[in-house]
């Protein structure tokens, strides 16, 4: 089993920024992609980005260009730097790990974004 802890959401304004956390933990030998995906209410969850071991990288097309993926292997961590905010980013943002074709999730961890 992996968990997955995130951290550092909170209330930011338009424009300003933030920087997500995901740590993993337990049987994190064999992690391979790990990402960060979102749900706004009354919304589908929807990618944002994803990292594979190696660091390559995928970004939804809504955060291209302001959002910036990156991992610590050593720490079992994936982080999100997210800029230039908008009130359409606001979401409860959901790590992901995916480990021997099994796909684990945290908890979440709510951005809001003030206008």
């Known amino acids: 089993q992996v968990q997955l802890v995130e951290s550092g959401g909170g209330l930011v304004q338009a424009g300003g920024s933030l920087r997500l956390s995901c740590a993993a933990s337990?049987?994190?030998?064999?992690?391979?992609?790990m990402g960060w995906y979102r749900q706004a209410p009354g919304k589908e969850r929807e990618l944002v980005a994803t990292?594979?071991?190696?660091?390559?990288?995928n970004y939804g097309d809504s955060v291209k260009g302001r959002f910036t993926i990156s991992r610590d292997n050593a720490k079992n961590t994936v982080y999100m730097q997210m800029d230039r905010l908008k009130p359409e980013d606001a979401a409860v943002y959901y790590c992901n790990a995916e480990r021997l074709l099994k796909t684990y999730w945290g908890q979440g961890t709510q951005v809001t974004v003030s206008s």
């Open positions: 990292i594979t071991r190696g660091g390559s990288t």
């Open positions: 337990g049987s994190t030998f064999g992690i391979n992609d």
